[in-house]
């Protein structure tokens, strides 16, 4: 090889460094909404081959390769990216698939799930102890925890009985399925200065007609939905379980984004607020 071919073959190879430095950090899945906003951030997005389909925000994170719904995952889809590292909410799923994901050559992080301010911190903390930016993580924790006190705190001077708030997840063939205790809904709705409105179970269950109406909701809670599971007002106030109620006579329902409302990530403090404003309009 004479001088000018090895000059010319260096400086091909300086070129494409940084491209192979980038691919190299790049071996993170991220599954759960929640767990892809926290990497954002951190600011650590160059890490991602791919993230689940309720990795909605930052808009930017639906550029990357989907893996699939959270509890429906496929091992073979998750493992075709060759991650080194994987980055999961709790209650991924199916079971079977987590556990070979487990026992692959991988390093598998699951993010405990939790619907308080302390939840969100140790959210933030575990992200950033996987992704080894623990500084990154304090100063992404700290902030949080200054926007969520003041967003509380706020929520707590509203003054008057709290509102009876019922959080509807569905109500599809006319069922509705609501949220009880022990769910980011009722989380929410709490730091928002309101009060659940169905307190007989935990988790989301189909309610009969008698125990809507029997909750006498203030309000209704539901996520912004588009498509067949959409409902208008209209549609919603004229079922027969929510005729009664004080939230039908005066029309009063607030619809929020799900990942916004119910994520549980560095932006709760901004659903806090929202939620408060709508159910305690000045």
Known sequence: MDRRD???????????????ALAATQDTIAIGGDVTEIVYALDQQHRLLARDATSTYPPEAQALPDVGYMRRLSAEGVLSFAPSLIISAEGAGP??????????????????????AQA????ITAVGA??????????????TTTALNTALARASETNGTPKRVMF?????????MASGTGTGADGII???????????????KPLSDEAASAAAPDVILMMDQTGDHASTDDELFALPALQATPAAQ?????RMDGLFLLGFGPRTAG??????RALYPV
């Open 190 to 204: 709490g730091m928002a200065g309101g009060t659940n409105a169905i307190s007989a179970f935990e988790g989301y």
């Open 130 to 143: 996987a992704l080894n930016v623990p500084d990154a993580a304090q100063t992404l924790a700290d902030q």
């Open 6 to 20: 090895f000059i010319a073959l260096s400086l091909a190879l300086a070129a494409t460094q940084p491209t192979r």
């Open 95 to 116: 079971p079977e698939v987590i556990d070979i994901l487990r026992a692959a050559s991988i390093d598998y992080v699951e993010v405990p799930e939790g619907y308080d």
């Open 120 to 123: 969100i911190i140790a959210k």
């Open 271 to 276: 659903a806090v607020t929202a939620l408060n």
């Open 250 to 254: 005066n029309r009063s329902v607030v």
């Open 168 to 176: 509807i997840l569905s109500t599809q063939g006319g069922r509705i």
